[in-house]
Each structure stands twice: as C-alpha cells, then as structure tokens.
C-alpha cells in the first residue's frame, strides 16, 4: 500500500495527541500525589475515606499515563513504519509532511 501525503498527517495527529495527554497525565499524577500527601497529613481517625479516594485518584492517573504510554509507542512504530514507506516513494521523498513527520517522531522518541 502506498504511503499518502494524509496517512503522514492523520498519524502525526495521532502522535501529537497522546504526547500531550500524556503530559497531561503526568502532570495530573503530580497534583493527585501533593493532594494525597494533604489530605493524609490532614486526616483524623474519622476521614478515612478521604485518604482511600486520594489514593484511588493517583493509581488512576497512574494508570492513564501507562496506557498512554502503551498507545504513544505503538502509534510512534506505526509512524516509523509509515516513515520507512514513504522514503521509499520518491514523490515524498522531499515533501514537507514527511520532514514533519520525522520531527514529531525525533520529539516522541524524547518523551
């Protein structure tokens, strides 16, 4: 199948994307964590529930950043793949979608 200019684009999409969700979850991770670390220095004997509940909110955030971690990587090979393909057709060999491309991909491999 022949790499198209639109595949390179829609899958750059895809990597930006989960690069800033997973931004966002780290940093959600990092919040979740400061309010844990409040509410259980906070915490009497009767306000246990607050304490499990922020413990739920950070394994959560812990847990989308690992998903998004998993969903960032198998785009980011899906792009590779796509890359190897369109370097191979000489019409894109020069197109700026594809220096785009490697660019976005550069940044995801930084992550």
């Known amino acids: 199948m022949a790499t198209t200019p639109k595949q390179l684009k829609i899958k750059v ?3 930006r994307r989960y690069q800033k969700e997973l931004a966002l979850y780290r940093a ?14 906070q915490a009497t004997e009767g306000e246990p529930w ?4 922020a413990s739920n909110l950070v394994r959560e955030s812990e ?6 971690t998993t969903r960032l990587e198998r785009a980011t090979g899906e792009l590779e793949d796509l890359l190897t393909s369109a370097k191979r057709n ?8 594809l220096r785009e491309a490697e660019a976005v991909l550069a940044a995801a491999s930084n992550a």
């Open 63 to 68: 847990n989308m950043v690992r998903d998004t």
């Open 28 to 41: 959600e991770v990092v919040e979740n964590q400061r309010k844990l670390e409040s509410v259980t220095a």
């Open 13 to 15: 999409g895809v990597v």
């Open 50 to 53: 607050d304490v499990k509940n």
């Open 90 to 97: 000489v019409e894109l060999d020069q197109d700026q979608d």
